[in-house]
């Protein structure tokens, strides 16, 4: 069984691999993730550190995509904000991944009148266009970058119990699932042990998937000026602030725009081709 | 008379404004729309792709016909329901999406209204946004699975 699990684990690598796009992607979220890590040693300048009497010069090699209205290094500035994107992007999808999943799982293993309950509640927040529901939530806590995450959390969780439960319909009737029932195991150990490991792979890709997503929103509010406050460097935040110069000084928001779409390219591709390599019934088109 | 640019201009007999009003639409039209555009090329691309795979697309080639009542008829008809669901999903996308390009464009809509009552922190506003936003969403799909049963005809709603 282990031997089996491994092997399988191998072949979906083996597969993801020598996708070119799967590796493109990984590459992109490898990269952003480093410099997210590394940021004060890879940054020429400090996040904050203003200039009044440099703004929005245009790139050179003090400053390599010039400064912005504050006469800040805009390229210090995006090394910074991948810390503040990656961040957001992860944390949102982690707490939507396991609130979502435990539901779904939940509903669908137990079924009658919990499913009911537990999917009406998810129909009635997928009703909402998700964005519009993550700015009511913000609107209604207050701006800030905690209440950002929680808001694009809360709203993509309807999307991870449907996935949860559409694959635990499935699974639950399997004869291991019986078995371990018929051996005396507790429910919970039935959901953790035997329905989730094998309803994992779509909630993976879903959730990789989902990251792209969650960046993408969190940039929404941050351009609304409902995510993170001045001078954190919040891509999002930076666009809304630079876009008025786009005339006189393009680089300032053009550098957030292309590391939003960077990253959010990255784990789109890297979603497909985890898709893909997890699901191999799937016919190449 | 309609305060509608294009319209006032075309009913009022003057082209040129009409077609100014037009001009100024073309820039936010493609920021809007360009997301969208491309989800919706790659569901119709998926859906295509399965329903060509599709006997019926053999046999309607069998019986004779060409390229192109093939495609269009035998199989995008049957490959436009995911697509009409994914446009209508999308219009939740369009619909936060004009809050930003209203934003960026300065067009007086409902979404430029909503990012400045963000600012102001003019709750009742946001609130009421937020439920027409949510209102035309769900009339939307309401309209999508209705016309699922135009798209095909097995799906019959009692």
Known sequence: M??????????????????????????????????????????????????LLGRLKSPSGLHWIGTDELGRDVFSRVIYGARISMTVGLAAVSGALVTGALLGIAAGYVGGRLDGLIMRMMDIMLAFPSVILAIGIVAMRGPGLNNTILAVSIVNIPVYARVARASTLAIKEHEYVTAARAMGARAWRVLLRAILPNAASPLVVQATLGVAGAILDAAALGFLGLGAQPPTPEWGAMLSDSYKYLLTAFWAALAPGVAIALVVLGFNLAGDGLHDALDPRLTQG | MTRIDILDGLLTGNFPA?????????????????????????????????????????????KGLAGRPVIIGHGLRNALLPVVTVIGLQVGSLLTGAILTETIFSWPGVGRFMYDSILFRDYPVILGGILLFSLVFVLVNLCVDVLYAFLDPRIRYA
């Not at chain 1, 796009?21 to 940021?39: K, S």
């Not at chain 2, 809007?32 to 998926?46: D, E, F, G, P, V």
């Open chain 1, 2 to 51: 282990r031997r089996a699990e491994r092997s399988a684990l191998r072949m979906a690598v083996k597969r993801f691999w020598r996708n070119v796009n799967a590796r493109i992607g990984f590459g992109l979220i490898a990269l952003f993730t480093l410099i997210a890590l590394f940021a004060p040693k890879i940054a020429p300048a400090g996040y904050d550190d203003e200039n």
């Open chain 2, 18 to 62: 009409a077609l100014d009003a037009l001009r100024h639409l073309i820039l936010p039209s493609v920021t809007l729309s360009s997301y969208s555009t491309a989800i919706i090329a790659r569901m119709t691309r998926a859906s295509m792709l399965d329903a060509l795979h599709q006997d019926y697309i053999r046999t309607a080639r069998a």
